[in-house]
């Protein structure tokens, strides 16, 4: 167990009671974390370590969210680093060994978030999942101001057109204003309190005041991750002059700017703050700049090995032996036809014949060669003639 019980107040607050239940907040997000608690309370007893075992779970299932989306943005890089920022880093971690609403917060807006951007990857997805989408913000928007800054990543999306991008930015403004008031509605229904009423305190709550700073990141035991992240952010800089064209800050920036300026005119509320937001924010920032670098290597490869094949594709094998070597032309010529594909050898094959046909030889009758027998022959027969006579008795009694 902590030892300075952290999050004690939000224990209290759910703990099972006799004749009482969880008191009702303004503050929707703190509401239902306090139930998220209590529901754990009425299972496993009225026990702080409970609620913290409870909470780490959560953080560790939202630190799996918070990759999945982050990969669906921006790749595997950026999520590998963000989520080994969530796992490693002392700051974030204490995060999942104190209970505040900070974590359930950040699971749903996370969930959302990666809603939205598998819609705006997709071309083929039905509007009623857009429209699902923009509910979703306006509930998370309900429970916190914080997201509203969700609406910023319905014009995340470069292959749509501007005019089909708007108006898929006005349907999820639109239903997003829908899922808010239908929040709005729902609490006034449960809660016996006027529509209006409910409305105004949800105001009164975000109202925004003078400005002051500064502003709080609430990461000063973080010495150590804070140069890290600095570090990250200014390698990823220099790479957003080879990729220009594919600039992938904005998308985090601009929320963690909203952020920034929100906890400035001290919009946010004290239970949510907004530092956690801000330094998660940096860290996937982090994670995009180092993105960033292998993707320009990529892209530098690229760039120097591509304009080389049209030129040696041109090349006939004769040409090349002209300037160097046969073994160095035969070399490249094994290059060239690993990267051709077969259309292209077709190609080049019919555009050979026709450029230089194969003149056909006659044919001629093989001829049988024979070898010598290796094996010892028999002696040759002599013929003999008899030069004698032989004298036989007459009575000698021969068959015949």
């Known amino acids: 167990m902590p030892k300075d019980n952290k999050g004690a107040e939000y224990f209290e607050l759910a ?53 999945a989306a982050v990969r669906r943005m921006f790749g595997v890089l950026p999520g590998l680093v963000t989520i080994s920022f969530l796992m490693f880093s002392t700051h974030l971690t204490a995060e999942s060994r104190k209970l505040s609403p900070n974590i359930l917060f950040l699971l749903l807006f996370f969930m959302t978030l990666h809603m939205i951007i598998t819609c705006m990857k997709n071309e083929s997805y039905p509007i009623a999942l857009y429209i699902i989408s923009g509910i979703a913000v306006g509930v998370i928007t309900y429970l916190d101001v914080t997201g509203i800054i969700l609406l910023l990543f319905f014009a995340t999306s470069s292959k749509f057109s501007y005019l089909k991008r708007g108006l898929l930015c006005v349907s999820g403004i639109v239903s997003a204003v829908a899922g808010f008031m239908g929040c709005i509605l729902l609490d006034a229904l449960t809660s016996g309190k006027g529509f209006l009423n409910i409305l105004q305190a949800w105001y009164r709550l975000f109202a925004p005041a003078k400005w002051s700073l500064p502003v709080s990141v609430s990461a000063g035991d973080a010495g150590l991750e804070i140069i890290l992240l600095f570090a990250g952010l200014v390698i990823g800089i220099f790479s957003f002059f080879v990729l220009q064209k594919k600039e992938k800050y904005g998308i985090f920036f601009l929320p963690m700017t909203a952020v920034v300026v929100a906890q400035g005119f001290g919009i946010l509320s004290k239970e949510m703050d907004g530092s956690l937001f801000i330094y998660l924010f940096t860290v996937i920032l982090c994670g995009v700049g180092l993105g960033n670098i292998y993707e320009t290597r990529i892209k530098e490869e690229q760039d120097e090995y591509v304009p080389i094949l049209p030129e040696i594709h041109d090349l006939d094998k004769e040409e090349i032996k002209e300037d160097v070597s046969e073994e160095v032309a035969e070399a490249v010529q094994e290059e060239v036809q690993a990267e051709v594909t077969e259309d292209t050898m077709e190609v080049v094959a019919e555009s050979v014949q026709e450029e230089a046909p194969v003149e056909e030889l ?26 004698y006579d032989i004298e036989v008795a007459d009575d000698d009694d021969y068959d015949i």
């Open 15 to 67: 703990c099972v009671k006799e004749g009482s239940g969880v008191p009702k907040l303004l503050h929707g997000a703190t509401y239902l974390y306090l139930q998220f608690l209590h529901v754990i309370c009425r299972f496993l007893g009225n026990e702080f370590i409970y609620c913290v075992w409870a909470q780490m779970i959560l953080y560790l299932i939202t630190a799996v969210v918070i990759y």
């Open 362 to 387: 006659p044919v001629e009758d093989p001829v049988i060669q024979y070898i010598e027998n290796p094996l010892p022959l028999p002696k040759k027969h002599v013929p003999k003639m008899l030069d």
